[in-house]
């Protein structure tokens, strides 16, 4: 089979004007970034106002492993599989991180013959949103600098901030390059930024969100915020394109909307609250997909996406493999193509966790089986029967990677079901529940924990919340992804431990605060060997090596 890269390179693209106009989206509407990708203007949201919405699917996974799981191959294999059936199909996502591309994770345009193209336009600068947040944060870092350094009007402690992240020493070198001070970087993922521009609703609210910005605080222990430094009406010039967001398309022409990219383990973990709106108001199903796993993706879409965005998932598609499941259950990852059936059944109780959440939320719950070709019939056949016996309503192999859209038929015709059958979806917690309540919800409720310690710093930011007004705000979990606890080792469904968390920081313009779990950071670090290594450019200036 070919490589991901060379099945994207090969393939025959619609014109994004006709992919556009099959959709329902307006000439005047679209702003073309070349042939195959464009922007969709916000107005289009004004002439729909009145229109009803699809059905909203969200796609999940079981705890990520590094056998993989295919949660976008399988998001984009079920577009392309409702597509074949002939539904109005749109699907929604975020855009890929160039740190994960370089590093380890690899894309986010799926793989195979589900796949989103053009794949490497999106995954390396696409229509350049990620550099516009870049931007803006590194300008309201800048300003932040200039009025510490210019007097320091606003009485700025500059030894205090909101971001605890991988720390430096700036300010070196004496008077004239500024004070000497800590500071740190952020992924761009992971900014505040990043987050507000996924959760707007429109540019004068991005402009107030802007302004919202905790920065840093006084001498006094006030905060100080973006629009005090006069600083958030450039920040949104800058990102005035960055709003709107970008359309493309499956391997197989349908559209799909790409905005925003959060990462999941540190920040929310979906796209664009805009593009979901966008999406609803134009196709009859609309598939979306959640960082990570359903701990970390899925509750921050059901718990803050869609309580500021005003609507709700219709089903949940949990994606699971054999491979995975057998790494679960303690197989090493050199044997996990060989059958183990005993391994499998050890690893299952990481996808009845799973499975329970997706319930926990009210939703009906398809698990999708993403098929490897090491899988054996024995195994797909005990892992259909495990998954039932832990309360997954509809289980489908999922064959989608080989086969595009024919080989999600299934798949889309169980969606299809899951989708006519009741949903008495509603958050874990309601609104105006104090933050310490979400976090014990949370912790016990979905994670398993037998409860939550809160370290010294821990206490001391939920009664600053308290005094700064954010004491009933969404949370925003901060942990890793590797298992359900706070320690990446623990696989499978761990249990017997409380979940340790080391400090509570606003991100006022988002609407949410981060509480920060364990030893977990928010800027990542490269690998030995990470996937830039294979990547360069051939004689003919084609791309090699990508994926």
């Known amino acids: 089979m070919k490589s991901g890269l060379e099945i994207a390179q090969g393939a025959t693209l619609e014109p994004i004007v006709d992919v556009a106009t099959a959709v329902g989206i307006l000439p005047e509407e679209l702003r073309p970034y070349g042939a195959y990708r464009a922007k969709v203007a916000l107005s289009i949201l004004d002439r729909l106002r009145e229109a009803s919405d699809g059905k909203l699917v969200i796609t999940t996974a079981i705890t990520p492993t590094k056998a993989g799981e295919g949660k976008t191959t399988t998001s984009v294999s079920l577009t392309q599989g409702l597509g074949v059936l002939g539904k109005k199909v749109a699907l929604a996502i975020r855009e890929p991180s160039m740190g994960p591309v370089f590093g380890i994770k690899g894309g986010g345009t799926g793989g195979g013959y589900a796949q989103v193209v053009p794949m490497e336009d999106i995954n390396l600068h696409f229509n350049g949103d990620f550099h516009a947040v870049t931007a803006a944060h590194n300008l309201l870092a800048a300003a932040i600098d200039a009025s510490i350094f210019h007097g320091n009007p606003l009485g700025i402690d500059p030894q205090t901030n909101d971001r605890e992240l991988r720390r430096t020493v700036v300010g070196l070198g004496g008077k004239a390059h500024g004070i000497p001070r800590e500071n740190e970087f952020v992924i761009t993922a992971a900014s505040e930024i990043m987050a507000i521009l996924a959760l707007t609703a429109d540019l ?209 015709e169980a969606v299809i079901a899951a989708c006519e059958r009741p949903s008495s979806f509603h958050q874990l917690t309601p609104d105006g529940t104090p933050l310490r309540e979400q976090i014990d919800a949370i912790a016990t409720t979905l994670y398993g924990a037998d409860g939550v310690d809160y370290l010294p710093q821990a206490e001391v930011d939920l009664a600053r919340m308290d005094r700064l007004g954010f004491g009933t705000v969404p949370v925003c979990m901060a942990k890793t992804h590797l298992s359900l606890s706070h320690e990446p080792s623990w696989l499978n469904r761990p249990r017997g431990y409380r979940l340790p968390v080391r400090s509570v920081v606003p991100a006022a313009g988002a609407g949410f605060v981060v509480v920060l779990c364990g030893e977990m950071q928010r800027m990542p670090g490269l690998g030995r060997t990470p996937n830039f290594i294979g990547v360069d450019i051939d004689a003919e200036g084609r791309t090699i090596g990508l994926f």
Do not use: W
């Open 204 to 412: 004068q609210d991005l402009r107030a969100r802007l302004g919202r910005v905790v920065v840093a605080s006084t001498y006094d222990g006030e905060p100080v915020i973006a629009e005090q430094l006069r600083v958030a009406g450039a920040m949104t010039v800058v990102m005035r394109d960055a709003i709107e967001p970008n359309l493309v398309q499956t391997l197989e022409h349908q559209p799909v909307f790409i905005h925003a990219g959060p990462f999941g383990n540190i920040a929310h973990a979906n796209n664009s609250i805009i593009e979901d709106r966008i999406a609803l108001k134009l196709a009859d199903y609309v598939v979306t997909e959640a960082g990570f796993g359903s701990d970390l993706g899925f509750q921050k879409f059901c718990d803050i996406v869609c309580r500021l965005g005003g609507f709700a998932p219709t089903a949940g598609v949990l994606v699971t493999t054999v491979r995975a499941t057998k790494s679960h259950g303690g197989m090493p990852f050199g044997e996990l193509g060989s059958e183990d059936l005993d391994a499998l059944r050890r690893g299952i109780d990481n996808l009845e966790a799973h499975i329970g959440i997706i319930r926990r939320y009210g939703l009906p719950c398809v698990v999708s089986i993403n098929n490897f070709p090491t899988d054996t019939p024995a195994e797909l056949e005990l892992i259909h029967e495990l998954a039932v016996g832990a309360g997954a309503e509809t289980v489908v192999v999922n064959r989608g990677f080989a086969e595009g859209g024919k080989g999600a038929v299934d798949l889309a």
